[in-house]
């Protein structure tokens, strides 16, 4: 195994190659760009990489099916941090190539509605070929396969391309959040800030089975920030959750949530608590009354003096 290697959704030039060179440990390690999401994360399960980092959600399209489906249903992996991105496409073209010229555009599946808008006033008539990833996409506008890529402005140096529009976003302030993905280890200790990531399973299909699953942490005040449901695999109509919260799983009633859930439901996996990109310790709203850890300790103090007789 290499301590020293983090894989990424390439090839070179990825948006997640970008969000990557943020983290400050990217100097110190081998990046190696691989074709796929279940690729990257495959060479952390064998230990040919310490991490992965892969897209989890983009903020117009939402979830990256090809990372939450790996979290949820491959062999267990962790999250340990997260990365924010913001997000602005390029129109890469071969020098030479003018707006007219464009008959096929590329870009991956989760770019398209970032550019849906654009393409519809600008070129209406190219049509779309999905693309592994954005980077991909200009490869294969490099390779002559197709006339134009949406991918980041700064893949145009790496294959030779011309950034014939820059700044395309339908929406404004669009992000992508990518995760850092290793094997499974104690989770870092909290910072104040944090999210704790799991999927939950349901039991058999009754009225209010999700709801019974929100209020494991409703009642014990505790934020959800995403949840969302995906197909097992198992046949229509059978789903699980992903859901991330506020807080660390050392938090007591993020534990105690999750305590709630492991009763109550057939299967729930821990993803991770990590920090949270571009929020502080001082953003982060106190607990409600009654649910801090303060709150948790003295009520099972006051149960312990109770069996006790000492009530
Ligand atoms: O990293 C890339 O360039 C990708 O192609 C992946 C990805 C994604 O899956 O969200 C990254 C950011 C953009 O929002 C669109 C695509």
Redesign the pocket.
Known sequence: MSASRYTY?GPEG???EAALRTLPEAATRELIPMISVPAALDAVRTGDAAAALV?IE?SVEGG?TATLDELALGEPLMIYREVLLP?AFALLVRPGTGLEDIKTVTG?P??QP?VRRWLAANLPDAVWESSA???DGARQVQEGKIDGAF?GEFAAATYGLNPLVTDIHDAENAA?RFVLVGRPARPAAPTGADKTSTVIWLGDDHPGALMELLQEYAVRGVNLLRIESRPTGEGIGRYCFSVDCEGHISDRRVGEALMGLKRVCPNVRFLGSYPRAGIGAGDVSPARPGTSDDDFTSAADWLNRSLDGRG
Do not use: E, R
Request: cysteine-free.
């Open positions: 959704l990825t948006f997640t897209p983009n990256v997000i991956h989760v770019a970032q990833s954005n980077a991918a992508t």
